[in-house]
């Protein structure tokens, strides 16, 4: 099934070469908005440049880009940013684009880390342990390898063909969204976040909000005489649950038989500031599904006006509203055109070389956040899938 010249350029891929880089990759702890995620872009983009590729490595001009009316949000603070866009030599747009972020989330609690160094690299057997082995700096390391074995394959591609390495997909996408303001598209680009073997065609977007629920201060020996946020927050807790309910009741079949597509998921709740005190305030941060070619004005109008109608009708929330609050990562959903040969060229490819691709779309955020709605100018057509199956797939989906 595979060309001459695609064996060729599968021959030269060195698998232990990738596993290697992998490791580095792990071991440096490039968590969102940290110093590490920028030594780890300079890592790619000379790694990049001893490929013989055009390297275009810039610091993010943050206050620039939060001013954009389309800024995408973010969660981490942040002081610096870089893009890394490497691309062969040619003119015009690319023809293919691959993608990866660098950066990963916190390690969460040790103990659950089993005494070893979540940055370690730790390799068992056929499996990598680490922060980011498979969200995504697999990815990142199979995008390389690729770039790697085009270089030494010596094979001449007729339009040029390109690597994007971003930062702060975790937090909001402000990665991508500078890339493609710096000006960098292509006609096609995969990114090779983990999905199990599937090949995602589809994604929801993702609104993040902050709800700000008043109480009473009391103390609790008077606890009557107070009222407790946290007993407000409850009726807004049923009605945001009966609206993710009534938004995954007739979800697009792209989907499949994923049940939740569009989930409300409240992630953090803050209140109180003292055990013998009535909390007066409750804040609770969460993420709101956007649906399928949703606009995110309709998706943000639906939970205001919930949010207003269960304070309109309880006691205390009537006179004393809960505030609602954009706050973080905001982007729409994404999609790849049914029929586009995109999809059929990721899935043919993948299974040329070993794999047996299955489609799919996610809840998950990667097309949105690289650009992938349809009709926009500088949105490529994307998939979310294996670049090439000459190594595994990741396994797991965030």
Known sequence: MLTRDEEHALSVLDERELVADL?????????????????LQHRQAGQ????????????????????????????????????VVARTEGAG???????GHVDVVPTGDLEHWAGHDPFGGRIDGDVVHGRGACDMKAGVAVNTAVARALHRSGLYLERPF?????????????????????????????ITEPTAGQVVTAHAGALTFTVSVPGRAAHGSTRAEGVSAFDAYLPIHRAILEL??????????????NRLPYPISIGRIVAGDWSSSVPDLLTAEGRLGVRLGE???????????????VCAGDPWLADH???????????????????DPLIADVAAAARDSGGRPRRASGPSRTAATCGCTPGSAASPRCCTGPATSATPTPRGSR
């Open 321 to 339: 509203p809960a505030r609602l609050a954009w706050t973080g990562g905001q982007f729409a959903s994404g999609a790849t055109p049914e029929g």
């Open 93 to 99: 747009t690319p023809a293919f684009v691959l993608q």
């Open 244 to 257: 993710e309910r009534a938004r995954n009741a007739d979800p697009h079949p792209r989907f499949g038989d």
């Open 23 to 39: 490791v580095e990759l792990i071991r440096i702890p490039s968590v969102t908005g940290t110093d590490a995620e920028s030594e």
């Open 162 to 190: 390109a690597v994007h390495s971003v930062v702060s997909e975790e937090d909001g996408g402000l990665g991508a969204f500078a890339t493609l303001v710096r000006g960098h598209a292509g006609e096609a680009a995969v």
């Open 48 to 83: 990049l440049a001893e490929l013989g590729m055009d390297v275009d490595s810039w610091r993010l001009d943050l206050a620039a880009l939060q001013a954009d009316p389309r800024y995408p949000g973010t969660e981490a603070e942040r002081l610096e940013g870089y893009g």
């Open 295 to 309: 606009d995110p004005a309709d998706a943000r109008a639906a939970l205001e006006q919930a949010l207003a109608q």
